[in-house]
């Protein structure tokens, strides 16, 4: 195999115990070169304690981890100079100003002067702190402060860049803005991005690994495990109709088990139903509202989304049905 196609990430029984919990247990997974990779799960699924164990932050219980072909544990230093690593709290220095922190970040990760300078005009340009480079950190906004932490962990041109939550607390522009960012950077490098957030995953990653209490639920391609979940067999119609009459019209059905009635616009009414035996209810509701003379604009059946996959597999986990 070689250097391009080996993954850049090789995570094999990774444990880490505190007295009385076990945050992460047994996990393992591999990250492929290229893209952008989510790492997602609820509050205390163990994904910042993974990223600490990653970046050489944090010491494992036990397991074995590769970065760039490289033991986190016995070839520290070489790991880190292929990883950039930003926190979920970003320990920025408050109190320099952008170009200044960065030059000094460059110089500690072992960049020379010429390169360092280099380097910094690069980041600077394209994470959009060109007109903040005199300012002090910490009178910048937030959205400005997490693009100080990006620049920050790409400026030594990383192999991967680590990301812990990197969108929490902002407000929709500043996403909006980081997201831009980060989708920026998956041509020259590989990014680990973990998040709570399933919209977030879904709109920037590729590759996707699920945690729940420590474990692995999944680790595949986002379309592959879009496409694994159980189909939704709702129906979604926008119909011109008074309310009361699609209501006795769908309640009469047998081959309707629930619906949803939403008033919109122009007399239209969104209906939401639900088959009673699975089957795709399309071509009978269209026949309906033709025989009735009632006016269709829309009428899809529900796709699946990163949100339901996910909550089939954490109610699986739990011991439920999916």
């Known amino acids: 195999m ?3 196609t080996k993954p850049i990430v090789e995570v094999v029984e990774l444990r880490k115990e505190y007295p009385g919990h076990t945050a992460v ?10 893209g952008i990779v989510g790492l997602l799960g609820p509050n205390g699924a163990g994904k910042s304690t993974i990223l600490k164990i990653l970046s050489c932050y944090m010491p494992a219980t036990s397991g074995s981890v590769r970065v760039g072909g490289f033991d986190v544990f016995r070839e ?3 790991v880190r100079k292929r990883i950039g690593y930003m926190p979920e709290t970003n320990p920025l220095h408050l109190d320099m100003r952008v170009r200044d922190y960065l030059k000094f970040r460059a110089r500690l990760k072992g960049l020379d002067s010429a390169r360092a300078r280099d380097r910094i005009a690069t980041v600077m340009d394209g994470c959009g702190l060109i ?9 910048l906004s937030k959205g400005y ?12 041109e990383p192999d991967l860049i680590i990301l812990d939550e990197p969108t929490v607390g ?5 996403i909006r803005s980081v997201r831009e960012l980060i989708l ?13 957030i399933l919209s977030e995953v879904e709109l920037v990653c590729g590759h996707i690994i699920i945690l729940h209490e420590g474990k692995v639920l999944a680790a595949d391609t986002k379309d592959n495990l879009l496409a694994s979940a159980a189909s939704d067999p709702r ?3 926008e119909i011109q109709a008074r309310p009361d009459a699609l209501h006795d019209c769908w309640t009469e059905m047998d081959s309707i088990d629930d619906f949803d009635l939403s008033p919109i616009d122009n007399g239209f009414v969104r209906c939401t139903l639900a088959p009673s035996s699975g089957a795709d209810l399309r071509p009978l509701v269209f026949e309906t509202a033709r025989g009735k003379g009632w006016p269709v604009r829309e009428l899809t059946r529900s796709r699946n989304t990163l949100e339901e996959v996910f909550i089939q597999m954490i109610r699986k986990d739990l011991g439920g049905q999916p």
């Open 184 to 196: 920026s950077l998956a041509g020259n490098h590989t990014v680990l991005l973990s998040t709570h």
């Open 76 to 78: 520290a230093h070489q």
């Open 131 to 139: 007109d903040v480079s005199r300012r002090i950190i910490g009178q």
């Open 2 to 4: 070689s250097e391009g």
């Open 25 to 34: 247990n047994g996990v393992s997974f591999t990250i492929p070169r290229g």
């Open 145 to 156: 402060r997490q693009r100080v932490g990006l620049a920050d962990a790409i400026v030594c």
């Open 170 to 174: 902002l407000d929709p522009n500043q």
């Open 235 to 237: 129906v979604c119609a």
